[in-house]
């Protein structure tokens, strides 16, 4: 893999925009810079972190645009290398008749995500705060971008190195008992060991149980409208979302398929699913549209239940589907619409939080549902009061896998202690046999090497090229 060339991108979004910039980085990026690059000063002459203003020119001589040309000196530059960041008036045009110019002058088109993984490669930064990169550009919540910030910031390393440290200790123990049977110490007691291992664990399991949370924090909170077929579903979704997201009519069955939408609310994007009205049918058609309002409710975090003031009579028996079991739902919010042509029930004791009167088509009408999401989310979205670092998908799998080494390591210890129960040494000290340490220490070994491999450690060029190639092409 050559990491020693200069690459080129465009660092910034395509379409109109009033800037963008092309990034150089390499050990010729000055210098290309500087053939096509007019100005008061030279890049080749200008220190690191100057700004120099001037034209950028193409490969004829004529003028492209007029520019910002910031200089980064290796290593007090983000890849590590120097690099040269043009800025220029955006739109298609210039940014392209820019790179075109830089790449004929013999810099490569970089792939996607090299910024950041010559960063990587050049120690500014490791694996974990590499990968967040790509977690900050498409963050959209602020909670999700302070977890990026925190993971770029160093937080999840600093953990990880923590944890790192107290499993070299016990690591030591446990090696200096296999060769070193009859000096071990009360410190390395077999059931102490184990107690340490379960304390290292501990925040392990802390961490994966408050990743769901952060995922939905992440990812967005998933809002399903279900309900019988005429009862105002399809109004309340336009009514959320503040315009016709959905074609709303007087007959019944008019929503046959799942119709989403997305509104913020306090920070967090709510996924919003109108759905089919649930009822027995025979078109066949219809009713894979009740099976997909299933299957939406079934996957909600939070299930809004609408029912009919008009047609209280038709409404007091418990509805078909998910909305009727709450077991089988997240948070469920109970809303009578049409609430200016009957007076809205009370909470019927099924589960349900107090019923939510609406009228959807009028302003304002459905602020009372909104304040009951609002008071929902807490709920819907879990612990979302305690911030954790970013985490992927690869990291959340060798926390699970540290995770269950630890688990493995503190059975074998624990079983170790029973079995050798009436074998002690010359201070009286329990001795475990030697064949279960030496499992105890292969488990401890695997749990570094899964946590090592979260920023970086004993990682093959393989993985770091997969991913890496998830990021933006300038990134």
């Known amino acids: 893999m050559v990491t020693d060339d200069t690459i080129v991108a465009i660092a910034t979004a395509s379409g109109e925009?009033?800037?963008?910039?092309?990034?150089?980085?390499?050990p010729d990026a000055p210098a290309i810079a500087a053939r096509f690059f007019r100005g008061a000063r030279s890049p080749l002459s200008s220190g690191s972190h100057r700004i120099l203003f001037g034209s950028i020119?193409?490969?004829?001589?004529?003028?492209?645009d007029s520019v910002l040309l910031s200089i980064f000196r290796a290593p007090h530059s983000y890849t590590g290398e120097d690099v040269v960041e043009i800025s220029s008036h955006g739109g298609p045009a210039i940014p392209r008749a820019i790179l075109?110019?830089?790449?004929?002058?013999?810099?490569?088109?970089?792939?996607?995500?090299?910024?950041?993984?010559?960063?990587?490669?050049?120690?500014k930064l490791d694996l974990a705060q590499a990968e967040v990169v790509a977690s900050m550009v498409r963050a959209r919540s602020e909670g999700s971008l302070r977890a990026a910030h925190a993971t770029l910031g160093g937080e999840l390393s600093r953990r990880v190195e923590e944890l790192d440290a107290e499993l070299v200790s016990l690591l030591a123990e446990v090696e200096s008992r296999i060769d070193f049977p009859g000096d071990v110490t009360e410190s390395a007691d077999v059931a102490l060991l184990?107690?340490?291992?379960?304390?290292?664990?501990?925040?392990?399991?802390?961490?994966?149980?408050?990743?769901?949370?952060?995922?939905?924090?992440?990812?967005?909170v998933r809002v399903a409208i279900v309900g019988a077929p005429n009862v105002g579903k399809s109004s309340l979704l336009n009514a959320l979302v503040g315009y016709d997201r959905a074609i709303v009519s007087a007959e019944p069955g008019t929503t046959r398929d799942t119709v989403e939408a997305s509104i913020w609310l306090d920070g967090v994007e709510l996924l919003l699913t109108d759905t089919a009205g649930w009822r027995e049918t025979s078109?066949?058609?219809?009713?894979?549209?009740?099976?997909?309002?299933?299957?939406?409710?079934?996957?909600?975090?939070?299930?809004?239940?609408?029912?009919?003031?008009?047609?209280?009579?038709?409404?007091?028996?418990?509805?078909?589907?998910?909305?009727?079991?709450?077991?089988?739902?997240?948070?469920?919010?109970?809303?009578w619409n049409k609430s200016d042509l009957g007076e809205a029930p009370r909470a019927d004791g099924d589960g349900a939080r107090a019923g939510v009167a609406t009228v959807a088509i009028r302003p304002g009408g459905v602020d009372a549902l909104v304040a009951a999401i609002r008071d929902a989310l807490p709920v819907a979205i879990g612990d979302g009061g305690l911030e954790i670092p970013a985490t992927s998908l690869r990291q959340?799998?060798?926390?699970?896998?540290?995770?269950?080494?630890?688990?493995?390591?503190?059975?074998?210890?624990?079983?170790?202690?029973?079995?050798?129960?009436?074998?002690?040494?010359?201070?009286?000290?329990a001795l475990a046999p030697a064949p279960a340490?030496?499992?105890?220490?292969?488990?401890?070994?695997?749990?570094?090497?899964?946590?090592?491999?979260?920023?970086?450690?004993?990682?093959?060029?393989?993985?770091?090229?997969?991913?890496f190639s998830r990021f933006c092409i300038g990134k």
């Open 17 to 26: 925009a009033a800037i963008a910039i092309t990034r150089l980085s390499g």
């Open 57 to 64: 020119l193409d490969g004829a001589g004529a003028p492209i």
């Open 100 to 123: 075109e110019t830089l790449t004929a002058a013999g810099a490569r088109p970089a792939r996607p995500g090299e910024f950041t993984e010559r960063a990587y490669r050049n120690g």
């Open 194 to 220: 184990a107690g340490r291992c379960a304390a290292v664990a501990a925040p392990l399991h802390g961490w994966l149980s408050r990743l769901p949370s952060a995922r939905r924090r992440e990812e967005g």
């Open 283 to 335: 078109d066949p058609v219809e009713r894979l549209g009740v099976e997909r309002a299933e299957r939406a409710a079934v996957a909600a975090d939070v299930t809004i239940h609408v029912r009919d003031c008009s047609r209280p009579e038709a409404e007091a028996a418990p509805s078909q589907g998910v909305a009727s079991d709450p077991a089988r739902a997240g948070v469920r919010i109970e809303v």
């Open 396 to 429: 959340e799998a060798l926390l699970r896998d540290a995770a269950s080494a630890l688990e493995r390591a503190e059975r074998e210890l624990r079983a170790a202690t029973v079995i050798a129960a009436g074998a002690h040494d010359s201070t009286g000290t």
């Open 437 to 467: 340490l030496d499992l105890v220490a292969v488990d401890l070994t695997e749990a570094r090497r899964a946590l090592g491999e979260m920023v970086g450690r004993g990682v093959d060029d393989a993985v770091v090229a997969a991913i």
